[in-house]
């Protein structure tokens, strides 16, 4: 990216104009995302040349810092596009000079989002971004809060197949329906930070890929009253590790007004803090980055999209912590 990269995050020295939300925002991305081993990661997967009467391919950094904006502010090719024509800011973190630089078009950016799920990258950027936070102190082996959240799909057929999606599926939540899928996540009692990540249809019990959110290492797993039953699953046997999984509701207004009643919710209040760690990493997917809805159809399109997401949000997360250490 040469110059260009350092450009970013000194722009406000350069303006006497006070600094956008975006640009704070963007700054400090620039200063936490492990640019070089990302880039090592997918460079010797990246063409190098575009096919089109042999021109260049757009930078890897570019198309790469693009797909980041794509997943921050959750838009689709066109609007991503239109984004790197209409914001200056979006511009100069992709490295893009308006005067001499061709702006990567909707269906470049598809192709670049196409190369990372075919070669199954979303989940070696997950991988890579754990590594980076390892190495700066950033451990998750403590004990780990398993939670799942609903993220839905469009249920209209009015598209070219004239179906909804096959592989996503309705479930029931209290009274309400949903059609979708489900983001399962393993997070670190201590760290808040995801170590694990799991993407079935909306249907899945909660409990059947809660084995592949533990990492091992954990003596203890914090669960909500949907884990009923987990010790008791065969792929548990043997397992040491101790489950303090929430109380049915129905349960827990019943408990007596006794001092053993009044022990036992102080317990069920001590588990919903710590459990309510776990609801941070998904506030973030769903709040600040906007993923509520999915647009590419298919489970493996949504599994590279959520692994993607899921480093980024350790990144949001470890942020503070990441700026001091830089």
């Known amino acids: 990216m040469g110059g260009k990269q350092l450009g970013f995050g000194d ?26 081993a990302l880039i090592a990661l997918i460079e010797h997967h990246y063409p190098k040349t575009s096919g089109k009467g042999g021109r260049p391919p757009y930078p890897l950094a570019t198309m790469l810092r693009i797909h980041l904006m794509q997943q921050w502010y959750s838009l689709s090719d066109p609007a991503m596009e239109d984004a790197l024509i209409e914001v200056p800011t979006m511009r100069r973190f992709a490295g893009i000079d308006m005067l001499s630089d061709r702006i990567p078009d909707e269906t470049t950016i598809l192709a670049f ?19 980076h936070l390892r190495e700066r102190g950033m451990a998750m082996k403590q004990g780990t809060i398993i939670d799942a959240t609903l993220i839905a799909a469009p249920s209209s057929t009015k598209n070219k197949a004239g179906e909804r999606d096959p592989e996503m599926h309705q479930t029931k939540k209290g009274n309400q329906w949903y059609f979708g899928m489900k983001i399962h996540a393993g997070v670190d009692k201590d760290s808040g930070l995801i170590h694990s990540v799991v993407t079935t249809a909306a249907i899945v019990h909660d409990l059947a890929p809660a084995a ?57 209040t001590a588990k919903a803090h710590i459990r309510a760690k776990g609801e941070h990493p998904f506030r973030v997917i769903k709040q ?10 298919g ?10 997401l899921a480093a980024l949000t350790n990144l949001f997360l470890a942020r503070r912590q990441l700026l001091v250490s830089s």
């Open 299 to 308: 489970l493996a399109k949504n599994r590279c999209k959520i692994n993607v």
């Open 11 to 36: 722009y406000e020295q350069t303006t006497a104009k006070k600094r956008t939300k975006r640009e704070k925002f963007l700054a400090e991305m620039d200063a936490v995302v492990p640019w070089q």
């Open 288 to 297: 600040q980055f906007g993923f509520q809805k999915t647009r590419l159809r």
């Open 113 to 131: 989002r196409h190369l990372l799920e075919k070669h199954n990258l979303g989940e070696q950027i997950f991988e890579t971004v754990k590594v």
């Open 212 to 268: 592949e959110l533990l990492h091992g290492g954990e003596k203890v797993v914090y669960a909500d009253a949907g884990y009923q039953g987990i010790a008791k699953r065969p792929e548990m046997a043997g397992k040491t590790t101790e489950f303090r999984v929430a109380m049915r509701p129905g349960k827990r207004r019943a408990l007596p007004d006794t001092p053993d009643g009044r022990l036992d919710d102080l317990v069920e």
